[in-house]
């Protein structure tokens, strides 16, 4: 399946982007894999015909925004992110009438919709640097509340109004679950995505988006660690450090969406272009706004 996958690629000009919650498989067939924000500049700069998107549908719609005259399929289209619509109805409105110079910052795990209704979009990796930056003093951050309060944490001169989305994954991680694995380790560093909740992270000795904890991960000189995010990223943790060891809670946080990505649905994909994110015109131009306005500010 791999031969044949890599034949189509050549064939048909066609580039596989993966996301690090991905299984390994298709991490290894991939050529680029990264977290939200490096996937999304990656697909805007993109020489490629075709772009296949192995992730949930929110990464593949905002391909498809920054390259509106490639074709971007996605092996599963059904692999979606719960959490992307996780904003009640009229709220949006709701906030900017009640605050006149709100700024409504979207979690680039968001539907185009809600990207539509925002001023600037923001991903794990560069939430904190891009509020700090606006100039509205009212922020609606939304659809997780996690990141919102992580982000109001270390900018604490905003009024960071936080919307009530989760993601279901991370939530789930217990601090009980953390402390079992800290007693089993006790000298392992806790690298954490900011998606957990306010128990886990407290216990926590390194907060990032998954690319941070790779990184994180590479120049330390601790050789065991907990980490507290969606298994897929011991792909890559274990390929750089195969020296260290990388523990997680029990049980171990799987994102079903993002395994809807295999070699099977990759090879089929690459041979019948059936499987492509279509969006309206009219979407497409609202949700475009506050994604340029994130690579703007992250350049
Ligand atoms: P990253 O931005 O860290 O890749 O996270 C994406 C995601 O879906 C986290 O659950
Ligand atoms: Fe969405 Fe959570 Fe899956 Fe990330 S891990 S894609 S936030 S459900």
Known sequence: MKNQIEKLK??????????????AEVQEI??????????????????????????????????????????VLMPDLTA???MAHMVADGIIDEKRKKYDDLAVVCYINSTAKLKCQSDVC???????KIVKSLPNKNIFFIPDKNLGRFVAEQVPEKNII???GCCPIH?????????????KHPEAPVLSHPECEAEVLEKTDYIGSTADIIAYAKQS?????IVCTEDGVNYKLISDNPDKRFYYPDPHPCCADMKLNTLDTVLSVLKNEDKEVVIEDRVR??????LEKMLELTK
């Open 162 to 164: 936080i919307n009530d």
């Open 30 to 71: 991939a050529d680029y894999v990264g977290d939200s924000f490096y996937l999304a500049k990656i697909a805007k700069q993109s020489k490629a015909d075709i772009i296949v998107f192995c992730g949930v549908y929110f990464m593949g719609e905002s391909a498809k925004i920054l390259n509106p005259d490639k074709k």
């Open 171 to 183: 939530a789930k991680i217990t601090a009980e679950q953390l402390c079992a694995e800290k007693e």
């Open 285 to 290: 131009d609202g949700a475009l706004l506050p």
């Open 80 to 82: 979606d992110c719960p």
């Open 122 to 128: 923001v991903t794990s990796s560069n939430a904190v």
């Open 10 to 23: 050549r064939e048909k000009n066609a580039v596989v982007l993966a996301h690090y919650y991905t299984s």
């Open 221 to 225: 000189n601790a050789d065991e660690f």
